[in-house]
């Protein structure tokens, strides 16, 4: 399933930020857990920085679920 996050004139969010507003995890401390086992990915790479900055045009995947960040 593909979810759109608008980042509303901020430059960027952090992956872990994006994991637990968009509810992929249930708390903060899961997402950073997730980010380290390598679970998920931002544009088909694995990520294992748990505050990289997700930026408009990025696609960000974990669980079988996908969230398009635009601006």
Known sequence: MMETFK?????FIALNNLLKVEGLVESGAMAK???????VTVNGEVE???RCKIVA???VAFNGESVQVCA
Do not use: C, F, W
Not at 7 to 11: E, H, I, K, R, S
Not at 33 to 39: E, R, S
């Open 7 to 11: 980042l509303d004139g901020q430059p």
């Open 57 to 59: 045009g990025s696609l």
């Open 33 to 39: 857990q997730v980010i380290a086992a390598g679970m």
């Open 48 to 50: 294992l920085r748990k």
